[in-house]
């Protein structure tokens, strides 16, 4: 029962545009999203978050959109950097219990 | 200390052998959890442990598979009589609570089971 699903196991951009990741859920219990962005041989670090009582999170170049009739939220990097390459995860919590990750995206920014 | 350490970073076995993977939380950490990714896959949950004691533990994919904490810190994941299907990186994390920020993860242990 996958309940965090990524369905883009990769996306390619040009420097300077803008990168969007995808994820969609199935649980309505989930009330905590986050970002984990993962460079090779290293574990995942965290990027951002949003409470489901918000719509939209900024942090820099880094925004965080939520649906939540929908089951959707979207990781927009604007504008996109070569260092930004890596895999990116989408996690869920349901009140505090432990997270639930996505497949992972792979995004790969061109020079 | 600073961050979540694992060792070994990379494990070779042969096939049936058993292996032990270690963590060391971040000094403090009440809370751990073990993730594998296998190749091409995402974080699959494997254990959750609140101090010495392991509330969820439904992630374990089979008997051969075990972990402890002791003293509320180092944890090991004990895989037994290892099978191909074992070959994954293997994550640790740990939280105080669950914070706005989740976890911190460790690098990982990359098993290769041949």
């Known amino acids: 029962d996958q309940q965090v699903k990524q369905n883009s196991p990769s996306l390619s951009v040009q420097e300077g545009r803008i990168s969007i990741l995808n994820c969609d859920y199935t649980?309505?219990?989930?009330?905590?999203f986050l970002w984990y962005k993962k460079y090779p041989a290293e574990g995942p670090t965290f990027l951002i978050s949003?409470?489901?009582?918000?719509d939209k999170n900024e942090d820099g170049r880094f925004t965080v959109f939520l649906n939540k009739s929908a089951k959707h939220l979207s990781l927009h990097i604007v504008p996109s950097q070569p260092g930004d390459s890596a895999v990116y995860f989408c996690?869920?919590?349901?009140?505090?219990?432990?997270?639930?990750f996505g497949e992972g995206t792979q995004l790969t920014v061109n020079p | 200390g600073a961050g979540v350490s694992q060792s070994p970073s990379n494990k070779v076995t042969e096939k049936g052998k058993d292996v032990e993977l270690r963590c060391d939380p971040i000094?403090?950490?009440?809370?751990l959890y073990w993730y594998r990714q296998s190749l091409g896959q995402g974080l699959e949950f494997l254990i959750y442990?609140?101090?010495?004691?392991?509330?969820?533990k439904s992630g374990l994919p089979s008997d051969r598979f075990s972990a402890e904490r002791t003293g509320g810190s180092v944890s090991t994941l004990t895989i037994q009589r290892t099978q191909q299907e074992d070959s994954a990186v293997y994550l640790c994390?740990?939280?105080?609570?669950?914070?706005?920020?989740?976890?911190?993860f460790g690098s990982g242990t990359r098993l290769t089971v041949v």
């Open positions: 994390a740990s939280s105080l609570v669950l914070t706005e920020r989740g976890y911190t």
């Open positions: 649980n309505s219990m989930f009330d905590y």
């Open positions: 949003i409470s489901s009582i918000k």
């Open positions: 996690a869920a919590s349901a009140r505090g219990s432990r997270l639930t």
């Open positions: 000094s403090g950490h009440t809370a």
């Open positions: 442990f609140q101090g010495n004691s392991a509330p969820d």
